[in-house]
């Protein structure tokens, strides 16, 4: 955030296998506002614990925004050769569920709340 201070619209791509050192860097992030960003989306949410914190640091920090989306389809694929032995068949409706459950309250109602 401290590197583009004029940053009006950001895509945060979420990745799986967030380690805890992942959420101890998240802990340290600098806590200043942000003063232009208005639009975020979400891309790949899946309602981990990390992301739900990077939802209510962005909803605190980012003090022009506007529009929050969740995008819980996921973008990425597994590495070629790597065999997955198992799917969650409702993975993206689950993580959409629990965007609205979880997240929508924790927007503020000047900031419109899109669940993809």
Request: charged share 25%.
């Amino acid at each position: 955030m401290k590197a583009a201070p004029d940053l009006r619209s950001l895509v945060l791509g979420l990745e799986f296998g967030t380690s805890n050192e992942d959420m101890a860097i998240l802990e340290k992030v600098s806590k200043q506002p942000h003063h232009c960003l208005k639009v975020v989306e979400i891309a790949g949410y899946r309602g981990h614990k990390c992301c739900v914190k990077h939802v209510r640091y962005l909803v605190k920090n980012a003090v022009a925004l506007e529009k929050i989306v969740i995008n819980p389809i996921r973008f990425w694929c597994w590495p070629t050769g790597m065999e997955i032995n198992y799917l969650l068949e409702n993975e993206e409706a689950n993580a959409r569920d629990h965007a609205i459950q979880h997240l929508k309250e924790k927007v503020p109602a000047s900031v419109e709340f899109v669940c993809l």
